[in-house]
């Protein structure tokens, strides 16, 4: 059957969603709680909120989210915001060849321009910052590698709004050149031109034009619409003059973005640091990012812990084209990476799980063989899986485990690899576990204080083994318990009937000859006649003559008293066998 698909807004009130899911605005209202949204009925919340409580709530529909027409315009950068979106600052980037003076004009511009921070200046370097030119903020990125803007343009984001190809006037295009500009165009950025060296003899700005002509690039005042500036970085000349056009062009492609929705943008840098862990450095594109908000970038989880500039200014705040700094992550996230923000810790932790679910199911899918899609077939529903996750020391590790667990599987229960690593056990896999249900499989490693005590409080269990067949052993082990258990039921005795005393509704008492083994009470009978079983009866007492008996063997003649659950019309020579089942695991 096909799930119902409902549309939801980005933003949708409690009331309009309990509408929309035919449900209570109580039920909808107490399902939020649980999940640690305090909302009222007309609070707004957000689609991925709406789409972990459809799940919580085990609906059977699909959210699919609606894409704002009426209200909404298409900003410039192809992104759709909401009619009332505020302008927000151009993120540029500067690219070009090498030595044509890219990290000079950057620097010629911090030098005058840069936001300064309280503590004053900037020594380090950094990924990204802000400048303020005529009262206006322009965000720079810093030029990173080719590769590193290809990995932003598969996550399919676009970061820069407009790319500075800077070009040494007594050198012209060079190959690296026509690669900025091409990835400028890919990007669908707005490019403009700085003609950089001015100052130096050689330099021969018309050849240069003519060259960007060739490719494509015709500048205005040969009729064409590249902006070109000419500056030299070294002298400070034509610096102010780039940034007014930096600003032309922002302003005609009236960049916009949403502030109301929840905090979203991109993971620009991240690497770890002693006494602060994991780092960050977070490019907002929409909404307003806060100290405590709960987000996650790629799949990693974090409550941003300290909001700063990149220049180490701490904030509380930060909108749309703001680089940050953040900490609190629980691991690394990925260059490129998206992040986005939820209302509570629970949704984000939640997220970050499925996140990581999705993307080892992605893995599973592209290294499904043809075995594994057999097996996926051959699957019924009474498959039993035991999720695990499998950290190991190196790849090779986890290749041979892996594999060695695929040869568990049978028909009735099989392993599910959620997710399996090189690397310690992180807090990541920590909250993994707990929202896939796993349980997690150290090799060749150690686990930290830290992470066993997570465990405990998170009651996740962590196995760790050094030689690999007990590992398998163990899982097999797991995998044996939920292989359903074999019931044998033991035949203790067997009465013939010779006689009915008394029949009622609920009870039968009669008379016979133990043939075979003994009858005690309480006891579990089954009632046969001729070959026909007709029906389960319990053994509530016995009597030889007039005395309560407590066991009956071969030869007694006895009155047996029977419990039935509907009424049981006895006639002789029916037999009474009195069994006992006996429920034994199964191996595998
Ligand atoms: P990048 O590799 O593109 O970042 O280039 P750099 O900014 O490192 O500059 C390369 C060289 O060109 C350095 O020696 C700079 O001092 C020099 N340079 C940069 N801009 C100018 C300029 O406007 N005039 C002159 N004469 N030299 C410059």
Redesign the pocket.
Known sequence: MTKSQIELDELVTVGTLADKLLIPVSTLIMELMKNGVLATVNEKIDFDTAQIIVTELGLDIELIKKVRQTETIRSKKDQIVGEHAPTRPPVVAVM?H???????ILDAIRSSNVVKSESGGITQHISAYQVKHNNRIITFLDTPGHEAFAAIREHGAQLTDIVII?IAADDGVKPQTIEAIRFAQNAKSKILVAI??I??EGADVNRIKQQLSENGLTPEEWGGDTVICE?????NIGIDKLLDMVLLLADIEELRADIDVPARGLVIESHIETGRGPVARLLVEAGILKTGDYIVAGSIYAKIKTLQTTDNQTIQEAGPSTPVTITGLKALPEFGDQFISYKTEKIAKEEASRRLINSSKNDTKMNLGSTDLIRLINRNNSLKELNVIIKADVMGSITSVVDSLKGLDNNEVAVRVVSSSAGQVVENDIYLAKSSNSIIYGFNIDISKHIKDLARREKIEIKTYKIIYELIDDVKDKLSDLLAPEITEIMLGKLIIKGIFKTTAHEVICGGEVVEGKLSFPATARIIRGKEELSEVNIVNLKKGTVDAKEVIVGDMCGVSLKTDQKLVLEENDQLVAFRREVVARKL
């Open positions: 070009g090498v030595d044509h003076g890219k990290t000079s800077v950089n060296k100052d130096k500056v030299s970085a070294k002298n």
